[in-house]
Nanobody
Framework: QVQLVESGGGLVQAGGSLRLSCAAS????????MGWFRQAPGKEREFVAA????????YYADSVKGRATISRDNAKNTVYLQMNSLKPEDTAVYYC?????????????????WGQGTQVTVSS
């Protein structure tokens, strides 16, 4: 099992940027693909981005493609999500998660362990 703690959320104006971090505990962090999801009030949790265990493959939701960059530092047991050109519709709680499989990483069911989330609020 992997324990995950997100940080870096906050209030930002539209057009601004944020870098979210997810620190993982556990010896086998580098074995797992990692993902970022978000959930806005009254909406289902949705996929944002994912990265393979090596960092060699990345995947993005259409809604953030071109504005988001997911990366990882296996030496630091940390995964990052850089979000640029933020929009009010990006407002949500952002969660990182460690995957239990390497396929269909856009699905919530691909992930076993979840962090507690960090709030991102984008003002217009």
């Amino acid at each position: 099992q992997v324990q995950l703690v997100e940080s870096g959320g906050g209030l930002v104006q539209a057009g601004g940027s944020l870098r979210l971090s997810c620190a993982a505990s556990g010896r086998f962090f580098s074995n797992y693909a990692m993902g970022w999801f978000r959930q806005a009030p009254g909406k289902e949790r949705e996929f944002v981005a994912a990265i393979s265990w090596s960092g060699g493959n990345t995947y993005y939701a259409d809604s953030v493609k071109g504005r988001a960059t997911i990366s990882r530092d296996n030496a630091k047991n940390t995964v990052y999500l850089q979000m640029n050109s933020l929009k009010p519709e990006d407002t949500a709680v952002y969660y990182c998660a460690s995957a239990s499989r390497s396929s269909r990483l856009w699905e919530v069911g691909a992930y076993r362990d979840w962090g507690q989330g960090t709030q991102v609020t984008v003002s217009s």
